[in-house]
């Protein structure tokens, strides 16, 4: 990857917008809704499977045994509330930030069309 410094778009690339994506199951949708779109601005493999960009998802719910990646978030908009494996649940919201590490079993349930920042790392 060469050095770059590089604006997030919230709406995705400023031409094109954004691009579909199917990072979730279509059986985990819970509305009729089941719109997932994604803009990567950053795909890195040679920097530990670095990926930053704007993702956006209708509700869904999904149990997972071990999330797949450490991943930091920015809430641009809509709302998802975590579920720890002993029950204990946090919502994030707009204007919220947070991590979830790598390995962390959760229930990830989107109830309000989520738009987020995304840097994860695999």
Not at 58 to 79: F, N
Request: aromatic share 8%; net charge negative.
């Amino acid at each position: 990857m060469s050095h770059m410094i590089v604006k997030l778009p919230k709406d995705g690339h400023p031409e094109t917008g954004m691009g579909p994506s199917d990072l979730v199951a279509a059986a985990a949708f819970t509305t009729a809704d089941r719109t997932e779109t994604i803009h990567s601005v950053c795909d890195a493999p040679d920097r530990n499977d670095l990926s930053v960009g704007v993702w956006e998802c209708a509700p869904c719910r999904e149990e997972i045994d071990a999330y797949p990646c450490d991943e930091m978030m920015h809430v641009l908009s809509g709302s998802v509330t975590l579920t720890d494996k002993d029950g204990a649940a946090q919502t994030f919201t707009t204007g919220d930030t947070f991590f979830i590490s790598k390995g962390t079993p959760c229930i990830w349930e989107i109830t309000e069309t989520l738009r987020k920042f995304y840097m994860l790392v695999n």
